[in-house]
């Protein structure tokens, strides 16, 4: 394998042109500027955040005195964990037939790639109008927490289904080969031998799901509503972090609440994406 | 089990239709009320007096995602030749989650970001509300980074060795071998990943909201407040009725459409790209 050269400057060269100085100027700067803006980003909402979550904002009622967010990381947690219900299996199920079962390159295979890429691309307001059509009236769910989770199941099936084939293709044939040498039938193979292997690769992408989930708005302000309640059921409404974080902003009047609930959006995100940076480099390591 | 299995893949297919169903049944209706040509070329917005003109909009995403692509091309390119031919591995190894990070933050933190830090910023420098064309270009241009950097890295990393090689031993730079042989070959892929980065720039909703200022006219200066397809629909949805409702929907047709042409495009550039 050739080793990619990152700095010539130890290759003698005579007299360096200055415009290629500026051109590695320009890049080191971009560079900066992507790091810096994500810095700022991040100190920003923490110092402006933090001195804010108090006991407080996690009251277990909700009251317009204390802006709790309780009831808030209840409804997302619930959110999420229904989300995810609906999409791991159909997700990881899906992923199974295509790299295990379809003969790669048929037509079907084929059709659902370019599906599961057009519903990667459809934007988070459309899944909301989508879900408020289809879920809240024409299913007669209402503004609740079901329909809120059905609509994002949707949108987050995508990342699992194409992240679990890839997983899946990626384990060597010799594996299947064994154990198929062993007396062993198809969906045992698979089950037993070959899903076991790609379990890192699709619990990278679940737990980026779970990001998603965690931040989503703009599909939840039509679905699942924006009442602030625990949904204690699954027909009854109520706001995840996200959403509150939009109505307070919206009202404008507790806004270092605002911040304090941005820092623990964060939080979450950046624990998900460390999670699954940290599986993903295990699986690169072991293979 | 087979037959659960297919059945599950088959739920991608099922998703999409059923999506383009209830989206084109319930905007159809708009449409044999008020005429297309009206609703996409009318310059007035005004749902009280029945009058549907969705160009403002139209114009506005424009604007705001050529903005965005304007300033955030470059930075993302630039950064994604940094991470795959100048930075030391050091430095590749703390960029690439800080990007993953900048891709992961929700869309709603970086809106709050931008209404409280960008728009006061704006407004005490350049006068006006704050809430601007300007002010929401730059924020989706860092919402558009990790996309583009992640597919600019990639298309660059793709490239062959020997491309490199062959300019060094030919006497050029570090420098120029870069920008001359291995950035013209990761070109197609770095297109597709603009495009790519086009089509979550006109989807991006709650973001927008927060910091357009949301003016339902054309936008005429980059200081000036401008509404976007996506915002129209998610700010007027909450409580429009019968027609008002009706032309919502169709805007999110409009926008599908848009975003359906744009992911056409992508996968277009990508299937030339991987025939060569």
């Known amino acids: 394998m050739s080793v990619i050269i990152r700095n010539a400057s130890s290759i003698p060269r005579p007299n360096r042109h200055w415009g290629s100085k500026l051109l590695k100027a320009l890049c080191w700067l971009a560079g900066v500027i992507t790091i810096g803006v994500l810095g700022l980003i991040v100190v920003y909402i923490c110092v402006k955040g933090i001195p804010y979550l108090t006991g407080d904002l996690f009251a277990f009622k909700y009251n317009s005195e204390n802006v709790s967010m309780f009831h808030a990381i209840v409804n997302t947690l619930s959110m999420t964990f229904l989300a995810l219900l609906f999409s791991v299996p159909v997700g990881v199920f899906g992923g199974i037939y295509l790299a295990e079962y379809a003969k790669p390159g048929s037509r079907l295979v084929k059709v659902v790639r370019v599906t599961a890429e057009t519903l990667a691309g459809i934007p988070s307001i459309i899944y909301g109008l989508f879900g408020m059509m289809a879920f809240v009236v024409a299913l007669k769910m209402g503004n609740s927490l079901i329909a809120g989770a059905l609509t994002l199941a949707i949108m987050t099936l995508p990342l699992i289904l194409r992240q679990t084939e890839e997983s899946l293709l990626s384990v060597p044939m010799s594996y299947r080969e064994g154990s198929f040498g062993l007396g062993a039938g198809k969906l045992r193979t698979t089950v037993r031998i070959v899903l076991p292997v790609a379990t890192p690769g699709i619990l990278a992408a679940v737990l980026l799901s779970i990001g998603r989930i965690a931040g989503e708005t703009a599909a939840l302000v039509f679905t699942s509503g924006t009442v602030a309640q625990i949904s204690d059921t699954l027909g009854t409404s109520g706001r995840t972090l996200a959403v509150h974080l939009f109505v307070l902003q919206q009202e404008g009047l507790h806004i270092n609440q605002a911040f304090a609930v941005a820092v623990v959006l964060l939080v979450i995100v950046a624990l998900m994406n460390a999670l699954s940076f940290y599986i993903a480099k295990k699986l690169t390591k072991k293979g | ?276």
């Open chain 2, 1 to 276: 089990m087979r037959w659960l299995f297919l059945a599950s893949a088959c739920v991608c297919i099922l998703a999409v239709a059923v999506i383009c169903a209830f989206l084109f049944v319930n905007g159809m209706p708009f449409f044999t009320k008020y005429s297309v040509i009206e609703f996409l070329t009318g310059t007035t917005w005004a749902p009280l007096r029945n009058v549907f003109g969705i160009l403002p909009m139209i114009v506005g995403s424009f604007y705001v995602t050529m903005g965005a692509l304007l300033i955030g091309a470059p930075i993302g390119i630039l950064t994604a030749i940094l991470m795959a031919r100048f930075a030391n591995s050091t430095v590749v190894k703390v960029m690439k989650p800080a990007v993953a990070l900048l891709a992961g933050i929700p869309s709603i933190v970086y809106g709050f970001f931008g209404l409280m830090l960008l728009v006061p910023l704006i407004r005490v420098n350049f006068g006006g509300t704050g809430k601007s064309v300007l002010v929401a270009s730059i924020l989706l241009s860092i919402m558009i980074l990790p996309t583009i950097i992640q597919t600019s890295e990639a298309a660059l990393g793709a490239v062959p060795n020997s491309y490199y090689e062959g300019s060094l031993a030919l006497g050029a730079t570090h420098e120029s071998s870069v920008f001359r042989t291995i950035l013209p070959a990761a070109r197609p892929g770095i297109v597709s990943g603009v495009v790519l980065a086009l089509g979550r720039a006109i989807g991006e909703t709650t973001a927008i909201i927060m910091v357009a200022g949301n003016n339902a006219r054309m936008p005429v200066d980059l200081l000036k407040g401008v509404r976007t397809l996506t915002v129209n629909v998610l700010m007027e949805m909450g409580y429009a009725a019968d027609l008002h409702a009706q032309s919502l929907i169709a805007t999110g047709v409009v926008l599908f459409v848009i975003i359906m042409a744009i992911n056409f495009l992508f996968s277009f550039l990508n299937r030339r790209r991987v025939m060569q």
